[in-house]
C-alpha cells in the first residue's frame, strides 16, 4: 500500500472535526459552562445522585441521536470530569456508561453517526422508519444500561450522597451553589450560544447538504471548523491554550486505526470476509439471517470499527434486498444497525466515541484502560443490548 492510499484512508475529514470539537469543549471549559450545568442538574434532581446519573445517560443518548456520537462523547466526558472532580470521585464507571449510552443513542436517527447514514441512503429508510425501528429497542437498551451503571457505581454513588448529605444537613447548600457558581457570566452566555449554534447546524447538516449540492458529511467538518475558529478569534488571548487543550495523541490514534483499517480492505482480506458471508447469508431463513447478522456485526464491530463493517456489509445487504428472493430483507438493515452500534460497546476500538472516552480518561485521570478491564463492563454492555435488538426484530418479523 503506497504512500497517497494510506493517507486517502486515514480519513483527515474526521480528524479535522474532532479537532474542531476538541477546540469547542476547550472554550466551554474556560466559560465554566459544565460547573453551571452541574449546578442546574444538582437543582432539578433534588440533590439525588441516581436521579442525576439518570439524567446524565438519557442526555447523552439524546444527544447522540440528535448530533453525532463524537460531539456527544466529548460533551458528555467532559461535563463527567468536572462533576467527579467537585466530588472527588473516580470518574471512570461514569464515562464508560455514557460511552454505552451513546452508542445506543447514536442508532435512534439517521443523524446518529455515519452507519446511519449509511444505512438511509443504501435502504431510502427515512426519518420515521428510525422512529419506528430503532427507537423502541434502543430505549429498552438504554433502561438496561441505566440498571446496569447504577449497579456498576453503586459505591460511587454512595460516596456522592454521604457527600451531599453532610453539606445539606449543615446547611452548607449555599455554600455548595457558591462552589459551583461562575463569575464571568458574558462568557458563559457567549459560549452557550456558540455551542448551540453549532450543534443546531450540525444537527441540519445533511438536508443543507443535499439543499446546497454538497458532498456528503462535507458540512460536519466546515460547521465544526468554522465554530472552532470563532471560539478562537473571539478569545484571541487564549487561542494558543486552546489548541493545547486538543488531545493530540487520540487524533494520532485515530489516524492509525483508520489506516490499519484501510489496509485490512486494500489487501482484500474484508472483500473475502464479505463472501464468504454471503455465502452463509443466501441460504439462510430471515429470521436465521438476523440472528447471524446481529451476532456477526456486533461481535466484528468489537474487533474493528464499526463504520468499517457497515462498509463491507451494507453492499451485500443492499444487494440482498433487491433481489425478489429476499422478499422482507428490508428488516436486515436494522439487524445490522443494531450489531453495529450495540457491538461497538464490547471494546474499546469499537466505535470513535469509544476511542475518545479512552483518551479522556487517560488526559484527565492517567488511567490507562486495559481491553480486560474494558471487557468487565462492556460485554454485558454490548451484549445485553444484542439480544434486545435481536428479539425485538424477531417479534417484529
Not at 467527579?84 to 453517526?113: D, E, H, Q, R, Y
Not at 449554534?197 to 467538518?221: C, D, K, Q, Y
Not at 482480506?269 to 464479505?274: I, Q, T
Request: aromatic share 10%; proline share 2%.
Amino acid at each position: 500500500m503506497d504512500l497517497h492510499t494510506t493517507l486517502e484512508y486515514m480519513n483527515f475529514d474526521v480528524i479535522l472535526f474532532l479537532m474542531g470539537t476538541m477546540v469547542i469543549m476547550a472554550l466551554l471549559k474556560q466559560s465554566c459552562l459544565f460547573r453551571w450545568l452541574i449546578h442546574k442538574c444538582l437543582i432539578i434532581t433534588g440533590f439525588q445522585p441516581k436521579r442525576l446519573v439518570i439524567s446524565i445517560l438519557v442526555i447523552a443518548a439524546v444527544m447522540a441521536a440528535m448530533v453525532d456520537e463524537v460531539t456527544a462523547m466529548l460533551f458528555i466526558s467532559t461535563f463527567i470530569i468536572e462533576l467527579c472532580k467537585f466530588f472527588k470521585i473516580s470518574p471512570i464507571k461514569f464515562i464508560m456508561s455514557a460511552v454505552f449510552a451513546i452508542n445506543i443513542g447514536s442508532s435512534w436517527t439517521v443523524l446518529g453517526n455515519p452507519i446511519g447514514i449509511v444505512i438511509a441512503s443504501k435502504s431510502g429508510f427515512v426519518f420515521n422508519d428510525f422512529a419506528r425501528w430503532s427507537l423502541p429497542a434502543g430505549v429498552i437498551s438504554l433502561i438496561a444500561i441505566i440498571l446496569l451503571s447504577l449497579f456498576w457505581q453503586k459505591d460511587e454513588l454512595l460516596q456522592m450522597r454521604a457527600q451531599l448529605k453532610t453539606l445539606l444537613e449543615n446547611r452548607d447548600d449555599d455554600l455548595l451553589c457558591d462552589q459551583l457558581q461562575i463569575k464571568d457570566k458574558y462568557l458563559l452566555r457567549g459560549s452557550i450560544v456558540l455551542f448551540l449554534t453549532v450543534v443546531i447546524a450540525l444537527a441540519f447538516r445533511h438536508p443543507l447538504e443535499i439543499a446546497l449540492g454538497f458532498e456528503e458529511n462535507s458540512l460536519m467538518v466546515t460547521i465544526t471548523l468554522l465554530g472552532a475558529a470563532a471560539a478562537m478569534l473571539w478569545q484571541r488571548q487564549n487561542a494558543r491554550a486552546y489548541i493545547l487543550d486538543v488531545d493530540w495523541w487520540t487524533l494520532v490514534f485515530f489516524i492509525f486505526l483508520f489506516a490499519k483499517a484501510g489496509s485490512l480492505e486494500h489487501v482484500g482480506l474484508l472483500d473475502k470476509a464479505a463472501t464468504l458471508f454471503n455465502s452463509v447469508m443466501s441460504s439462510a431463513s430471515i429470521p436465521l439471517l438476523i440472528v447471524i447478522i446481529i451476532l456477526s456485526s456486533g461481535f466484528v464491530s468489537a474487533t474493528l470499527d464499526n463504520v468499517v463493517v457497515i462498509s463491507v456489509l451494507s453492499p451485500l445487504l443492499y444487494v440482498m434486498s433487491n433481489t425478489s428472493a429476499s422478499t422482507g430483507s428490508s428488516i436486515l438493515w436494522w439487524a445490522l444497525l443494531f450489531g453495529t452500534c450495540y457491538g461497538g460497546n464490547i471494546t474499546m476500538a469499537g466505535s470513535h466515541a469509544n476511542i475518545v472516552a479512552v483518551g479522556t480518561m487517560e488526559e484527565h485521570t492517567g488511567y490507562r484502560m486495559t481491553l480486560k478491564e474494558w471487557l468487565k463492563y462492556g460485554l454485558p454492555g454490548g451484549v445485553i443490548p444484542l439480544l434486545v435488538g435481536m428479539v425485538f426484530l424477531l417479534i417484529k418479523n
